[in-house]
């Protein structure tokens, strides 16, 4: 199913991702200049002239034309281009919808609110005149999918599932794909932000069709809240590689990642210039990992050498500041947990700097703010670790959605997103897992 979540990518990522001069020569054959030679089978909306991103995305996918049913590469804020089409090899209708791929997607990835999945469910049909029977519209019923008040997830997320559920229902596309392929089964899938929309889409898509499957590739880590996780783990399956970023990216994670941050600043006498320049020098070409914000803990709470020093050279010595532990009272090392209340970024003054003010205007209140829900990767999580050196398999374990709260810094940690380098992991890992190949096709 990862073929569909890229080929719904279009023509830029395949042509990014397959430099060679015969694969643009395969994506050149498929491509109708100027429509010429269009074919009707497919409703496509919003592609480019010479229909470039559904010729990559044939390309992708191996299937043909006439697999395809509707196409839309439509994008604006909360709606997202995705694809309805038949994969005979799987005998499967796959509903694949694309990741974050232009600034509006990037501003449906920043709505990180939470909010409660609810829908416009189908009104009920009359099976003698064919009409609804409910005489209240269906855009005023509104049913909620999770029970209970503390099931929440992404708002950016649950506006694009949303539109892409309208769509199917308002097109009928399902029902004319089921009565086109009465064998066939339902699957939703799709990369990033992709991924995280299609679980919502599945969810919502689950009353109707109960044997619906959903397969979603380095999905973000805001996706549903831990009391909707047993929910999602019944027919969500979720593909994480290595040091991936947006699957750890929460908003508790990166306050998590900011004190840190700010620790290891603080407990370190070097020069600042000289932590960022060997930092980024580290963490752009260095292969060893870097270390954990659980190292980084252990370093602080008992004085080893300076987690900094440590990383970054071997030679100096870590001497304990004397107002350390006022220092480390200051930023709220006392409590591990986060305070959802405070912002993410502040203009904080520690009591060490306060250049000449009162103790009051050195340590402001903090503004009030509304309460944030942890949020988590859907379904089952399958973590597929790279290896480390040529020739190696990779390692492939089911997690636990505890195993991603935390961003690991690394050099990895983008291009392990990536859906190519997905892909290619997964293929190595198929010869580990006879099982994992299955998401690939």
Same mark, same amino acid.
């Given at each position: 199913?990862?073929?569909?979540?890229?080929?719904?990518?279009?023509?830029?990522?395949?042509?990014?991702?397959?430099?060679?001069?015969?694969a643009?020569?395969?994506?050149?054959?498929?491509v109708?200049?100027?429509?010429?030679?269009?074919?009707?089978?497919?409703?496509?909306?919003?592609?480019?002239?010479?229909?470039?991103?559904?010729?990559?995305?044939?390309?992708?996918?191996?299937?043909?034309?006439?697999?395809?049913?509707?196409?839309?590469?439509?994008?604006?804020?909360?709606?997202i281009?995705f694809?309805?089409?038949?994969?005979?090899?799987?005998?499967?209708?796959?509903?694949?919808?694309?990741?974050t791929?232009?600034?509006?997607?990037?501003?449906?990835?920043?709505?990180?609110?939470?909010?409660?999945?609810?829908?416009?469910p189908?009104?009920?049909?009359?099976?003698?005149?064919?009409?609804?029977?409910?005489?209240?519209?269906?855009?005023?019923?509104?049913?909620r999918?999770?029970?209970?008040?503390?099931?929440?997830?992404?708002?950016?997320?649950?506006?694009?599932?949303?539109?892409?559920?309208?769509?199917l229902?308002?097109?009928?596309?399902l029902?004319?794909?089921?009565?086109?392929?009465?064998?066939?089964q339902?699957?939703?899938?799709?990369?990033?932000?992709?991924?995280?929309?299609?679980?919502?889409?599945?969810?919502?898509?689950r009353?109707?069709?109960?044997?619906?499957?959903?397969?979603?590739?380095?999905?973000?880590?805001?996706?549903?809240?831990?009391?909707?996780?047993?929910?999602?783990?019944q027919?969500?399956?979720?593909?994480?590689?290595?040091?991936?970023?947006?699957?750890?990216?929460?908003?508790?994670?990166?306050?998590?990642?900011?004190?840190?941050i700010?620790?290891?600043?603080?407990?370190?006498?070097?020069a600042k210039?000289?932590?960022?320049?060997?930092?980024?020098?580290?963490?752009?070409?260095d292969?060893?990992p870097?270390?954990?914000?659980?190292?980084?803990?252990?370093?602080?709470?008992?004085?080893?050498?300076?987690?900094?020093?440590?990383?970054?050279?071997?030679?100096?010595?870590?001497?304990?500041?004397?107002?350390?532990?006022? %220092?480390?009272? /200051?930023?709220?090392?006392? #409590?591990? &947990? +986060?305070? $959802?209340?405070?912002p !993410?970024? =502040?203009?904080?003054?520690?009591?060490?700097?306060?250049?000449?003010?009162?103790?009051?205007?050195?340590?402001?209140?903090?503004?009030?703010?509304?309460?944030?829900?942890?949020?988590?990767?859907?379904?089952?999580?399958?973590?597929?670790?790279?290896?480390?050196?040529?020739?190696?398999?990779p390692?492939?374990?089911?997690?636990?959605?505890?195993?991603?709260?935390?961003?690991?810094?690394?050099?990895?940690?983008?291009?392990?997103?990536?859906?190519y380098? %997905?892909?290619? /992991?997964?293929?190595?890992? #198929?010869? &580990? +897992?006879? $099982?994992t190949w299955? !998401?690939? =096709?």
């Amino acid at each position: 199913m990862l073929d569909f979540a890229i080929g719904v990518y279009g023509w830029p990522t395949y042509t990014l991702n397959n430099c060679s001069c015969s694969a643009q020569c395969d994506l050149l054959r498929r491509v109708k200049c100027c429509r010429g030679c269009h074919c009707d089978q497919a409703l496509i909306l919003k592609d480019n002239c010479c229909l470039c991103n559904t010729a990559a995305l044939l390309q992708t996918t191996s299937i043909s034309e006439k697999d395809l049913f509707y196409v839309s590469f439509r994008n604006r804020i909360y709606e997202i281009p995705f694809i309805a089409c038949a994969d005979p090899i799987s005998k499967s209708i796959v509903i694949a919808i694309r990741g974050t791929s232009s600034l509006r997607d990037i501003i449906t990835d920043l709505v990180a609110a939470d909010d409660v999945l609810t829908y416009h469910p189908p009104a009920p049909i009359d099976l003698h005149d064919g009409q609804p029977t409910s005489e209240q519209p269906t855009s005023n019923r509104r049913s909620r999918i999770l029970s209970g008040d503390d099931a929440r997830v992404h708002r950016g997320m649950l506006h694009s599932a949303r539109f892409v559920y309208h769509t199917l229902d308002r097109q009928k596309i399902l029902e004319d794909m089921f009565v086109l392929y009465p064998d066939y089964q339902l699957v939703v899938t799709g990369h990033s932000l992709g991924g995280g929309v299609a679980t919502l889409v599945a969810l919502m898509l689950r009353p109707q069709f109960p044997q619906v499957r959903c397969f979603t590739f380095s999905p973000p880590g805001c996706v549903v809240s831990i009391e909707a996780i047993p929910t999602t783990e019944q027919f969500v399956c979720s593909v994480v590689m290595g040091d991936d970023l947006v699957t750890r990216l929460t908003y508790q994670s990166m306050h998590r990642l900011k004190k840190n941050i700010i620790d290891v600043i603080i407990h370190s006498e070097q020069a600042k210039y000289e932590i960022l320049l060997k930092g980024c020098f580290k963490l752009l070409c260095d292969k060893r990992p870097i270390q954990s914000a659980e190292q980084i803990d252990a370093d602080l709470e008992a004085p080893p050498p300076d987690p900094i020093n440590a990383i970054l050279s071997s030679d100096s010595e870590w001497s304990p500041q004397p107002n350390s532990a006022a %220092v480390a009272a /200051a930023i709220g090392r006392q #409590s591990s &947990t +986060v305070n $959802d209340l405070a912002p !993410l970024i =502040v203009n904080r003054t520690s009591s060490v700097s306060s250049y000449g003010t009162d103790e009051e205007t050195a340590n402001p209140t903090l503004p009030p703010m509304m309460s944030r829900a942890q949020l988590y990767p859907p379904g089952r999580i399958m973590l597929i670790t790279p290896p480390v050196e040529d020739g190696d398999r990779p390692i492939v374990e089911w997690v636990t959605h505890r195993r991603l709260t935390e961003i690991k810094l690394s050099n990895r940690m983008i291009s392990d997103h990536l859906p190519y380098n %997905v892909r290619e /992991a997964l293929r190595l890992a #198929s010869a &580990t +897992v006879s $099982d994992t190949w299955d !998401l690939v =096709v």
